[in-house]
């Protein structure tokens, strides 16, 4: 296990001290054991993706709304963190190669921040070039007011609210056409780009034969 995994796993702990159980590793997420064929962890409930108006790095608006009819991937980034964010951006951007073209069209990468005063556009265009990641994912961020109210919605911890940057809830969650989240895959478990390739594709064939709007 590298330092970083090995940092990120106490971190974790950590973090979730600060927060008095509030959802931060596995075992408290409302998520068991994968199932259903997913490698990764299922949400005990199928909570809907929250409502949200972000800007990406680009200055392009994006709504919750916009991506029904589509899986997304969403996951919780911080420019600064060296612990869990880094693996993440990577092992991302290396799973969209891993998938066809029409695979992909059907998938929605999204990041959101839980770092805002640092995530600036400059930080966020560096983090990604660093971590390989450009052209994979949507890194949306806004007012931390705007935030805040989100995080809550999401169950997780952010690096705003822990004053660490690398102290800060990092799923990489899984939400189906209809906006319900199905799975999860953690940092030094079970996130590797085949993982996350396998519960992609078996999100989009489940899906095929569900209303997006279910």
Known sequence: MSWRVRRWTILSAAAMA????????????????????YRGNLAVVASPLPDFALRDQVGRLVRSTE????????TFLDTKCT????????????????????????????????????????????????????GALRYLTGREAQLRPLWKAFQILSAAESGEDDT????????????????????????????LAHDLRLALAANEKEDPGD
Do not use: M
Not at 23 to 32: C, H, S
Not at 107 to 134: G, Y
Not at 169 to 182: K, Q, T
């Open 83 to 134: 612990a869990a964010c880094p693996i993440i951006a990577s092992q991302v951007a290396r799973t969209l190669p891993l998938l066809t073209h029409d695979e992909r069209a059907q998938i929605a990468v999204v990041a959101i921040s839980v770092a805002p005063k640092v995530d600036t556009p400059a930080n966020i265009h560096a983090f990604l070039r660093r971590n390989h990641a450009e």
């Open 67 to 74: 991506l029904r009819g589509k899986v997304t991937l969403l």
């Open 18 to 37: 600060l927060t008095g159980g509030l959802v931060v590793a596995t075992l408290i997420t409302g998520e068991k054991p994968g199932a259903q064929g």
């Open 168 to 195: 800060h809830s990092a799923p990489v969650r899984i939400y189906n056409r209809g906006g319900r989240w199905i799975a999860t895959q953690h940092v030094g478990a079970d996130l590797s780009p085949d993982n």
